[in-house]
C-alpha cells in the first residue's frame, strides 16, 4: 500500500515566483488536507478538501496561497509570488472519512525554502 | 479553536528509562491523537484515543485521557534510543474538519 505522496521534498524559490506543491493521498483516501509547519512549531491547518471541493479554507492566507484536488490527479497547493516567510514545511495528510472519525495519514511533506 | 499544549517542550532521559509527555486543550473533543516526527521528516501516526476512552495501549506506548481535566499524557517505557524525536499531540475538536497540533515535546533518548 502507497503511503501519501508528496512532490518535490524539497524545493527552492526566489522571492517572487511560484511554488507548486503536489499530494497523492492514500488510495482511496477521498479527503486531504494541508497544513504548514515553521521551525520548531507543530502543524498549523490550511486547507481541507474533496474532490473537485474545497470545503475549508480557514487556515489559509486569502491572498497567494490557494489549493485544489481534482477528479483526476494529485491535490495541489500553490503558493503565488513567494515571500521569504513563505520558507516552512508543508504536509498533505488524507483519510478516507473526514478527520474527526478516522486517523489522518501523513506525507512526508515539502521542505520550501524562498530565497 | 485551541491548539493543544504540550509539556515539557524538551525532554532528555536514559536508554531504558521511561517517558511522559503531557497534553492539554481547551475545547470539547471527538478524540485525541499522537504522532511522532523524527527530524525533517514527516508525522508518524501513534495512537488514537476517543473522548469516551480513558487508557489505551499500543505495544510500549500507553496513552491517558482526561477530559474532565482536558489532559492527556503519552508514555514511553523502557525508551529506546530510536526513540528520539518530537512527539504532537493533535485534537479533533468537535464541529471542526481539522486536527490542531500542539507545539511538541523535543525528547531525546541517550544510548
Known amino acids: 500500500n502507497a503511503g501519501v505522496m508528496q512532490n518535490p521534498r524539497h524545493l527552492v524559490r526566489r522571492r517572487g515566483q511560484e511554488a507548486r506543491l503536489r499530494c497523492s493521498p492514500v488510495k482511496g483516501h477521498s479527503h486531504v488536507y494541508w497544513y504548514r509547519q515553521l521551525p520548531e512549531e507543530g502543524l498549523k491547518f490550511m486547507v481541507y478538501l474533496q474532490k473537485e471541493n474545497i470545503i475549508d479554507e480557514s487556515g489559509m492566507p486569502k491572498e497567494r496561497f490557494s489549493a485544489e484536488f481534482p477528479k483526476e490527479g494529485p491535490s495541489i497547493l500553490r503558493i503565488q509570488q513567494v515571500v521569504r516567510g513563505d520558507s516552512a514545511a508543508y504536509f498533505c495528510?488524507?483519510?478516507?472519512?473526514?478527520?474527526?472519525?478516522?486517523?489522518?495519514?501523513f506525507g512526508p511533506g515539502t521542505r520550501l525554502l524562498v530565497l | 479553536s485551541q491548539q493543544g499544549e504540550e509539556d515539557p517542550q524538551a525532554l532528555s532521559i536514559q536508554e531504558g528509562e521511561n517517558a511522559t509527555m503531557n497534553c492539554s486543550y481547551k475545547t470539547s473533543i471527538n478524540n485525541l491523537q499522537w504522532y511522532r516526527q523524527n527530524s525533517g521528516r514527516g508525522l508518524v501516526h501513534l495512537i488514537l484515543i476517543r473522548s469516551n476512552e480513558r487508557e489505551k495501549h499500543s505495544g510500549r506506548l500507553r496513552v491517558t485521557l482526561d477530559t474532565s481535566k482536558k489532559s492527556s499524557s503519552l508514555l514511553i517505557t523502557a525508551s529506546r534510543a530510536a526513540d528520539t524525536a518530537s512527539y504532537f499531540c493533535a485534537t479533533d475538536e468537535t464541529g471542526a474538519n481539522n486536527l490542531f497540533f500542539g507545539t511538541g515535546t523535543r525528547l531525546t533518548v541517550i544510548p
Open positions: 495528510a488524507s483519510s478516507p472519512l473526514r478527520g474527526s472519525q478516522e486517523t489522518q495519514y
